[in-house]
């Protein structure tokens, strides 16, 4: 028989607020274990919570952008378990009434595009973090309470694939929504997958197990073939599936059971009695709303009608947050917005795909490529040399004008030089010379090329054109 894979993700990310979600303490990442500390996040008895209103504008952004809709009304729960990562012995989080509820998101994967349900983000704290260590395991609190959404899709995945461009998809938004760094090395955004199997055709889903803290989309996409695989051999063996939470180990390619899942009633939820009900007027959500940054299908379109990009460049800059920053920031230095998507999508993505780099880590800013692309605009290089400025510009992080005078690149555009080499290339051609003034207007085109050659590419074809024709036409 053969099965289908059904997928929902849990997706947790860190907002950047500056401060914690229910104490003043820092969210700085990397400080010395245990600093960014107080007794409230330290779980102190008697230590009050205040929530952080920024937390609450940041996840109520984040559902806008989810197309969810927001709750007037919502409360902090307390989610209660012991782990010594977790000194008040619960969780603040929310049960029943989380601030945002049934929103979706499109997606495009395996050349479709499928939309995702948003069953729910609700907002939480973090816990602490815990260090093993070959004398013995250490806690570093920095981390406790620090301000998380959680964002809950319904079971609508149907491959690994899919799920990753949705964990994807959700990652760019939340980039673009300014909500969140998002950065994976940094433990910022965190996936749970939960993962079952049933035969195709099946209208009723299988137990389903789920794999905890998946860092990057690989372990992603490599923690649900192989859960896959796990559940079919089980099942054909004719043994259950047990609804079990799991934990992916990275260094062994392996799934390891953590322990049987728990049922939210395990919990003991009940509302946070230290802290209010949370009444969210309609006039503070639009005001949210009013001041949402653009999100990428609202700048998609405004590439496609302003700017005059194809669909497919307009889809590619629009589908990585910090592409589209970088090509809105050379606009700004060479407003030639078709000409720019050029060069971003198709020669710095070929240089970056070649050495597996990201956006971010280009040794060049974004105003130097607009430099390079005005050099190239005002004739003083040509596109063929611009390629390989570019080239060198991504080697070395030189700005365009040190590389074009410490290779002495630039066009001929001195004319008495160039009407020189026109003229041997004319004598030396008579009977291309002869087509063109018979009417064959394509015989210009090898002239232009022989020109070309004689200056090793360095002159501006398209005065190398107008020299000629001048000539041809006397
Ligand atoms: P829990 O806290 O128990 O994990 P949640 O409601 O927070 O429960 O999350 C449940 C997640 O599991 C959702 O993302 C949902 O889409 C997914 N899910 C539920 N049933 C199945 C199933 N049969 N197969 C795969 N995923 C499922
Ligand atoms: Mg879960
Ligand atoms: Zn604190």
């Not at 395996?110 to 995702?116: A, Q, S």
């Amino acid at each position: 028989m053969k099965y289908e894979v059904v997928i929902g993700l849990e997706i947790h990310a860190e907002l950047s607020t500056q401060s914690k979600v229910f104490c003043g303490c820092s969210t700085a990442f990397g400080a010395e274990p245990n600093t960014n500390v107080c007794p409230v996040c330290l779980g102190m008895p008697g230590a009050l919570p205040v929530l952080n209103k920024k937390a609450v504008e940041y996840i109520v952004r984040a559902g806008l952008a989810l197309n969810c809709e927001i709750a007037n009304y919502s409360k902090m729960d307390r989610k209660n378990y012991f782990y010594p990562d977790l000194p008040k012995a619960y969780q603040i989080s929310q049960f029943d009434l989380p601030f945002c509820k049934g929103g979706y998101l499109n997606i495009q994967a395996d050349g479709k595009e499928h939309t995702v349900g948003i069953t729910r983000i609700h907002l939480e704290e973090d816990a602490g973090k815990l260090v093993h260590t070959p004398g013995g395991t250490l806690v570093d609190y920095n981390r406790s309470s620090m301000p998380l959404i959680e964002i809950v899709s319904e079971p609508d995945m149907r491959s690994a694939k899919q799920a990753v461009e949705y964990a994807k998809a959700i990652r760019n938004i939340l980039l673009f929504a300014k909500v969140s760094n998002c950065k994976m090395q940094e433990g910022a955004l965190r996936f749970d997958a939960n993962v079952s199997v049933r035969p195709f055709g099946s209208k009723s889903y299988g137990t389903r197990t789920e794999i905890k803290n998946l860092s990057s989309f690989k372990m992603l996409q490599k923690a649900i073939d192989y859960e896959y695989q796990r559940q079919v051999s089980m099942i054909e063996k004719g043994e259950k599936i047990r609804q079990q939470t799991l934990r992916w180990n990275e260094s062994s390619n392996r799934i390891i059971a953590l322990r049987s899942k728990e049922d939210a009633h395990d919990y003991r939820y009940f509302p946070d009695p230290d802290l209010l009900p949370v009444i969210l007027s309609d006039a503070f959500i639009e005001d949210v709303r009013s001041k949402m940054p653009q999100m990428p299908e609202e700048k998609k379109k405004m590439y496609i009608e302003q700017f005059q990009l194809s669909e497919y460049d307009a889809e590619v800059l629009t589908a990585n947050s910090e592409l589209c920053a970088f090509y809105e920031e050379v606009l700004q230095d060479y407003n030639e917005p078709k000409i720019a998507a050029n060069w971003v999508n198709v020669e710095l993505m070929a240089l970056l795909n070649q050495s597996d780099m990201l956006v971010e880590e280009l040794p060049f800013a974004a105003c130097d490529m607009a430099q390079l692309l005005q050099n190239i605009q005002s004739g003083k290089i040509s596109g063929k040399m611009g390629k390989g400025v570019l080239a060198d510009m991504f080697e070395t992080g030189k700005s365009p004008e040190e590389i074009i005078s410490a290779k002495g690149l630039s066009q001929i555009s001195d004319t008495a030089e160039l009407e020189k080499i026109a003229d041997e290339v004319l004598a030396n051609n008579p009977a291309s010379v002869a087509d063109y003034r018979a009417g064959k207007e394509k015989a210009i085109g090898f002239l232009v090329g022989q020109v070309m050659k004689a200056t090793k590419g360095a002159a501006n074809p398209q005065s190398v054109n107008e020299i000629l024709r001048t000539k041809l036409n006397e």
